[in-house]
């Protein structure tokens, strides 16, 4: 997967952030680039190339990895590497989320809600600029609905749910949200709660008590049908009938982290209304 290679590429330009050298001399560093432009010829390409054809953007995503060897063979500033390593990471971002599309064109279940349509699309873009790791949560629990043969659905809504968590807490610090005068945790909890934190991030916004409650009710919607679903045992007449159903309950909870999450992004009012009436 793509995302594999955006996350080795976002911790190597991590590394290089947390340094003061003027320039990369160190041979670890060195290797580390040159494996991972190696990693990309020998393995990711032909995933791109699949998903976007042989364009000119993946020509020029070339040229942007041997850049990248080149650098690698010599002493060069640190800053030139973090620029052509952010060029690259965006282009990748790009590319998986096309790479996303094109599964969802060829997945299988090509009619229901979990293929990838341009309201999904455009959370995709979002998260993948704001939080990749989120993104990947997603696009994984997009990939997991469109798949024939599983067995559980328990991971798929985990990773739905995981998104949504990751978006709110970079949204919402606990240490902020408890800095609000009059703030308390709930019963039973060492910190805020998702309903909690949404609160924060509306109210932050001049969101009256009804736009909140709307968006909370929803995460306790959510809340509830993650753990029916987490909790379900295989009790039921068939197994085949019995993922069916899982499978609807989670296509349910999608739409609800869906609708939620463009709420707290503010993607866009249209993208909203398509998920809502799916």
């Known amino acids: 997967m793509i995302q594999e290679l955006l996350d080795r590429g976002s911790t190597l330009s991590g590394q290089l952030k947390r340094r ?20 990309y010829f020998s393995t990711f390409r032909t995933q791109i190339v699949r998903a976007t054809g042989e364009t000119d953007a993946v020509r020029h995503h070339d040229e942007s990895w041997q850049s990248l060897v080149r650098l690698a ?21 790009e590319f998986s989320v096309l790479s996303l599309a094109r ?24 998260l993948e600029g704001l939080l990749p790791s989120a993104a990947a949560s997603y696009r994984q629990g997009l990939l997991d609905l469109q798949g024939a043969d599983r067995l559980s659905y328990r991971g798929t809504v985990s990773e739905f749910r995981e998104a949504l968590r990751e978006t709110l807490d970079h949204l919402s610090p606990d240490a902020e949200v408890t ?5 308390k945790l709930e019963d039973g909890q060492k910190r805020p709660t998702m309903k909690q934190k949404a609160r924060f991030v509306l109210t932050s916004r001049g969101r009256g008590k009804t736009q909140t409650a709307v968006t909370e009710k929803a995460i306790g919607v959510i809340e509830d049908l993650v753990g029916d679903v987490v909790r379900a045992t295989y009790d039921r007449a068939s197994l085949a009938t019995h993922l069916e159903t899982t ?8 739409r609800y982290v869906d609708t939620v999450m463009f709420d707290l992004l503010e993607v866009t009012e249209g993208a909203t209304r398509r998920l ?3």
């Open 247 to 254: 499978r609807a309950e989670v296509l349910r909870i999608k």
């Open 20 to 39: 003061s050298s003027v320039n990369v001399n160190d041979r670890d560093t060195k290797e580390s680039a040159i494996a991972l432009a190696a990693a």
């Open 179 to 183: 800095r609000r005068p009059g703030f």
């Open 103 to 126: 599964a969802a064109d060829s997945g299988g279940r090509s009619s229901g809600p979990s293929d990838l349509s341009p309201a999904e699309h455009a959370l995709v873009l979002t």
């Open 276 to 278: 809502t009436t799916q």
């Open 73 to 93: 063979h010599g002493n060069n500033p640190r800053k030139t590497y973090l620029k052509l390593l952010g060029s690259i990471i965006r282009e990748l971002r």
